[in-house]
């Protein structure tokens, strides 16, 4: 059950990341972008969490998924202050 929980969230990040970028590209509000990448970085997040608990439960990739969700925060919390200007 954990795995399909895990593999859904991931599928969900993965589709707003999709539709947020595709919005980007279609429009170019830049708000979109930074959203798309931050939603990008919180996939990775997941596809780790599901490597780390799933597929390799021996190895801890902690370090990994922690790295991952910062960088999509960091790009969605530099979005909303250079828009912000």
Not at 10 to 34: K, P, V
């Amino acid at each position: 059950m954990a795995a399909l929980v895990y593999t859904l969230c991931a599928a969900t990040c993965l589709a707003c990341a999709i539709l947020l970028l595709r919005t980007y590209r279609q429009t170019r509000f830049r708000l979109a972008l930074w959203s798309g990448l931050c939603f990008a970085g919180l996939t990775v997040n997941n596809v780790l969490v599901v490597v780390d608990r799933i597929v390799v439960p021996d190895v801890d990739l902690f370090g990994a998924r922690v790295a991952a969700a910062l960088v999509g925060m960091a790009f969605l919390l530099f979005g909303l202050v250079w828009e912000g200007e």
